[in-house]
């Protein structure tokens, strides 16, 4: 009886031990994103985005869904895309669980006031912060998309904006020592923006400047030595008039040829930026009529430079249909991201 007992003492304990050296292998395993300079690094290595932006939305609806995660992951895979930028937070640890085994990584976007779901606003966004600050699916933590174009949201003055997006930036500092923070901007912020917000670590851009950006990077050059990317860029696959070579209607030439160009010019330019999450991965139906099919039409602010009419037919922006079908743009995406060589 006391052998027994001596033995199941000393199995307990192998079972302590074994806890313990994965607890603390986990521990160790732990990603930190770090800036240095111009650029972005994980775990000390150069990052470079090859993303995309993601909000699948699913037919017949205006409300985000990760039932598709698993086949779109795989299609992201296929593509070479390593990062997916997100509009809103992702409280659910399996999706970013997914997100991660598949190899990717995460930006998170975070509102200014979405009905205290994790937003600025009502401060609520830090408890979201502290919940997954420790998962290896995240890149950076981006707080608001393009509000630039939108100072009716903070009674008529844009600085108010900037200044609660500095405070919610220092207050992410305080909670997360191992991951930058960010922000997206609608084009060049100016220099008074970046004097009220001097605790954004990384800025995203949201460009559209026809089918060629590069003229930013000496631009952003000559305002700030911050790391940025292009958290948009891209085109959409229809044409609402006739243009040289491209008809009006449906058009996958003309978003593939676009995008191409886009793609091909950013990265021509690799030691400017840190890389571009391209919008977007899904067609969304939400966005111009009926829910349950596609639309031209849509709006976006500041988008006359979107190739090759001017005009922002806010549903087909996908490299990927509604039922995951892949667009000509999907084999430019492919062959591009995939021959980048990446460091990560």
């Known amino acids: 009886m006391i052998k027994k007992f001596k033995i199941a003492i000393i199995l ?23 800036i240095s300079e111009r650029k972005i690094l994980v775990n000390d290595s ?35 895309i390593n990062t997916i930028r997100v ?8 999706v970013l669980d997914e997100i991660y085994e598949a190899g990717l990584k995460v930006i998170i976007g975070i509102g200014y006031n979405q009905n205290g779901n994790f937003d600025i606003l009502s401060g609520s966004f830090i408890n979201y912060i502290n919940t997954y600050k420790n998962h290896n699916a ?20 844009i600085k108010n904006w900037y200044v609660a ?11 997360d020592q191992n991951h930058p923070v960010a922000t997206a901007h609608g084009e060049l912020p100016d220099a008074l923006t970046l004097s009220l917000t001097e605790n954004i670590d990384v800025w995203g851009i949201n460009i559209y400047r026809w089918d060629n950006p590069s003229s930013f990077f000496s631009e952003w050059s000559a305002l700030s030595d911050k790391p940025m990317y292009f958290s948009e860029a891209g085109a959409d696959s229809y044409m609402t ?8 209607g449906s058009n996958e030439k003309a978003q593939a040829d676009a995008t191409k160009n886009i793609l091909e010019n950013i990265f021509k330019n690799s030691n400017s930026h840190n890389g571009v999450t391209l919008y977007a991965f899904v ?10 099919s596609q639309d031209p039409g849509g709006w976006a602010p500041n988008s006359s430079g979107v190739p090759y009419d001017g005009t922002p037919n806010e549903e087909y922006w996908g490299i ?23 460091s990560n």
């Open 12 to 34: 307990s304990f192998i079972v302590f031990l074994n806890y313990a050296l994965v607890s603390c292998q986990e521990k160790n395993n732990k990603d930190v994103v770090t």
């Open 320 to 342: 990927v249909d509604i039922d995951r079908n892949k667009k000509e743009v999907f084999n430019v995406v492919k062959e591009i991201y995939t021959n980048i060589n990446n």
């Open 241 to 248: 008039i006739s243009k040289g070579d491209y008809e009006q």
């Open 138 to 157: 995240i890149l950076l933590w981006e707080l608001g998309n393009e509000y630039n174009y939108h100072p009716e949201w903070f009674s008529g003055d």
């Open 87 to 94: 509009y809103e937070p992702i409280d659910d640890k399996a």
């Open 46 to 80: 150069v990052y470079q985005i090859k993303g995309v932006c993601y909000h699948p939305v699913p037919k017949g609806s205006d409300k985000r869904s990760f039932s598709n995660l698993t086949k779109d992951l795989a299609l992201m895979v296929e593509a070479g």
């Open 283 to 292: 067609d969304e139906l939400w966005k111009a009529g009926n829910n349950d």
């Open 165 to 175: 997006l500095n405070n919610a930036a220092d207050l992410i500092h305080q909670t």
